[in-house]
């Protein structure tokens, strides 16, 4: 997506004799944003750097979680996922800065202050990837700025009365023909996660009380350099580093009130892990004359993540010798390419024709030792993986403004995806797809301020690099049908979809808005999780699985709030449905589809700034199998903040998240009536705290 430059409107002088008392003519000039919900064929919704930073947000993760349209995943506990339509984990393709974000990239590595914009697509687009099922969401890190300007941000959170430092700041200029920001963020975060667990089963049932303190630090950084060269072209570097360390020490004990224990009753855990995630692009723009340019870019990813685990007991309530010791190294890279051509064509027409790829490899390797008791010698283990992802896109698009009412975009894109995965010693297992993906947009406005949209496009959902290698990763104490190992499936396949979207807008006042959407999806090659028996062991992985088919509508509204000036009003509410036609129902929906969300919030704007967002998801079970399922208790999160300015250049916020205080609550059950046996799951946040003080400096030129 791109933000296209609007021209401006110029009144022209004319020049006159120089004479005493001549009256200099004035010169204005006028400029219009434009607005690309307003204005492009496409579905889309542009979020900026003033609504991210509002609420003073650590990460990128947290302030999305209030977009109208977006729901934020914990993503299984490794890293949170951006959903939109409820749907995630793959289904909703991330880019950064236009190209796809490789796998190692984190939400919470992201400070809202490295962030110039979100911009949001609920469709398809020949000019990037197909891998947009339920839609687009590209992360436009900080462009260079406009003049000389430092700024300082500290803040501290706290939560479950521990206190959580911050630093952030961005140094930026700009000389003749260049210009430069650098953005960098630090922080520093010990935060407690109590939750417990019941377990029950005929003739069981148990309670566990889990403490962990996860520290973390991070250090991420996003430079940018931009020039502009003599013969007009223009050149853009960008990078983004981060580097994190995170500790994790956990305790357990667990209180069994009718059956048997299991192995460890009371234990404790200690998990550390080091990552580092690099990733440079360099942009560059040539104008062909006639209105024509070339767009071509490049850039390499790189990152590596470092990890020992040790589990054991605890005995007179101390930390036992540990009986499994587990190492793990994981390293990715990889590099992309790509180059766009535009041309006005005459009669309203604008074509577009270009191609991109991506090539991915990672490695990984798990070395354990490990063993149930010190009765038992170690189970000594070496594994090892090796896998690769190649993809290549070819693409036409052609955008034709029939007249001010209507215009169309139609589109064809041609890409190839490879595989192959491998353990050492084991053949490699290799699959190869290729999507045509078809897309058609079309924009009616039947009046000033109304937009009719309708799309159809071909989509698809490819596998991702940990959900292909066959890396187990194991429970260390009570395996069951409720507590599974998960590992990959190298034969995975890519999911493909057709899908037809509509929608309207109607623009009230200057910046009011009320819309409905709605779409529609086939999936075919669906991946459902699958759970087996290895000899003793329980093992879930993923597995295509036929058909699927999912709908939804969606409203929104935004409006200024009557006999308030500068106070603002917006609410979103989605419905969403899936059925999977394998899987037997009721609740044989797509993983993790929030059926229903709704958002609201207020903005006061005045000496003091005040405002508060409330957002829900409903809870809902997803059916795997005719004996096993899994069950979340929804989200119910209200936050607020306030804004104080002492001046232009200094600012102090104050905000308040889960307000509410509400636990997040997970259940999977499996067997039948009679025979089931269930484990539920409730982790407890707590309310934060969050004071930010931030001061903008204007350096001398």
């Known amino acids: 997506m791109q933000i296209r430059p609007y021209a401006c409107a110029c009144a022209l002088a004319l020049s006159l004799p120089a004479l005493a008392g001549d009256v200099v003519p004035k010169i204005e000039i006028a400029g219009v944003r434009y607005d690309q919900r307003r204005e492009e064929t496409a579905a889309s919704l542009v979020v900026g750097r003033e609504e991210l930073i509002r609420h003073g947000d650590r990460s990128l993760g947290d302030a999305l979680k209030r977009v109208p349209g977006i729901t934020i995943g914990d993503g299984g506990g490794r890293t949170s996922d951006i959903r ?55 992360i436009v890190l900080r462009k260079s700025a406009t003049r000389l300007r430092a700024t300082v941000k500290a803040g501290v959170d706290t939560r479950h009365g521990r206190r959580s430092p911050s630093l952030g700041g961005e140094l930026s200029g700009k000389d003749d023909g260049f210009s430069y920001s650098v953005p960098v963020s630090l922080s520093y975060s010990p935060v407690p996660a109590p939750s417990r667990e019941e377990e029950t089963a005929p003739g069981l049932r148990r309670e566990t009380r889990l403490n962990e303190d996860n520290t973390t630090r991070l250090v991420s950084l996003s430079p940018r350099a931009n020039w502009k060269l003599a013969n007009g072209d223009t050149l853009g570097l960008q990078a983004f580093l981060s580097n994190s360390w995170r500790a994790t020490d956990a305790w357990a004990k667990e209180t069994t009130l009718v059956g048997t224990p299991t192995l460890h009753p009371q234990r404790a855990a200690v998990f550390d892990m080091t990552a580092t995630w690099l990733r440079a692009d360099l942009e560059w723009t040539r104008s062909l004359g006639e209105g024509a340019r070339i767009d071509a ?22 930390r036992a010798p ?59 283990t070496d594994h090892r993986y090796h896998g690769i992802i190649d993809r290549l896109g070819v693409f036409a698009q052609d955008g034709w403004e029939i007249s001010p009412a209507w215009s169309l975009s139609a589109g064809l894109r041609w890409e190839t995806l490879r595989t192959s995965v491998a353990e050492a010693g084991v053949a490699a297992v290799r699959q190869r797809s290729v999507i045509p993906a078809p897309v058609l947009q079309a924009l009616y406005k039947p009046a000033a301020g109304h937009q009719l949209r309708a799309g159809l496009a071909r989509t698809y959902k490819a596998p991702t690099m940990g959900s292909l290698i066959p890396r187990r990763y194991t429970v260390d104490n009570n395996n069951s049908a409720t507590n599974p190992h998960s590992q990959g499936n190298p034969a995975l396949r890519p999911e493909k979809a057709w899908g037809v979207d509509v929608g ?126 899994e069950s979340n208790g929804g989200t119910r999160l209200l936050d607020m903040y ?60």
């Open 642 to 701: 306030a804004l104080w300015g002492a001046g232009k250049q200094t600012r102090l916020r104050v905000g308040l998240t889960n307000v509410l205080r509400r636990s997040n609550v997970s259940q999977s059950d499996h067997g039948s009536a009679g025979a089931m046996r269930s484990t539920r799951r409730e982790l407890t946040p707590g309310a934060a705290l969050r004071i930010t003080f931030e001061h903008d400096i204007e350096r001398p030129k």
């Open 297 to 318: 870019r490049s850039g390499i990813h790189r990152s590596r993540r470092k990890s020992d685990f040790e589990f054991g007991d605890i005995v007179d309530g101390q």
């Open 84 to 138: 939109l339509r409820g749907l995630g984990n793959g289904y909703t393709q991330v880019l950064l800065n236009g190209v796809a974000a490789p796998a190692g990239f984190s939400l919470e590595s992201l400070a809202p202050e490295l962030i110039e914009r979100v911009e949001i697509a609920r469709g398809a687009s020949a000019a990037t990837s197909m891998q947009a099922i339920a839609g687009s969401v590209n």
């Open 322 to 380: 540990a009986l499994n010791l587990v190492t793990s190294d994981l390293r990715e890279g990889g590099y992309h390419a790509g180059a766009t051509w535009t041309r006005p064509m005459g009669g309203g027409h604008t074509l577009t024709a270009g191609w991109d790829g991506a090539h991915t490899t990672r490695s990984q390797a798990r070395v354990a030792n490990e063993r149930d008791s010190f009765d038992q010698a170690p189970l000594l």
């Open 504 to 629: 309207y807008d109607r623009q009230v006042g200057k910046d009011g808005l009320l819309a409905a959407s709605a779409y529609v999806r086939r999936i075919d090659d669906v991946t459902v999780t699958r759970l087996f028996q290895d000899g003793a062991d329980w093992v879930s992985t993923p597995a295509n699985q036929g058909r699927a088919r999912a709908r939804g509508i969606a409203l929104e509204a935004k409006l200024p709030l009557p006999g308030f000036a500068r106070a603002a009003f917006n609410g979103n509410v989605a419905r969403n449905w899936s059925r999977i036609d394998k899987v037997q129902g009721p609740h044989n929906r797509l993983a993790e589809q929030a059926p229903l969300t709704a958002s609201l919030g207020i903005d006061v704007r005045a000496a003091l700034t005040v405002g508060a967002s409330f957002t829900y998801a409903r809870g809902a079970v997803t059916r795997y199998s005719p004996v096993w399922s």
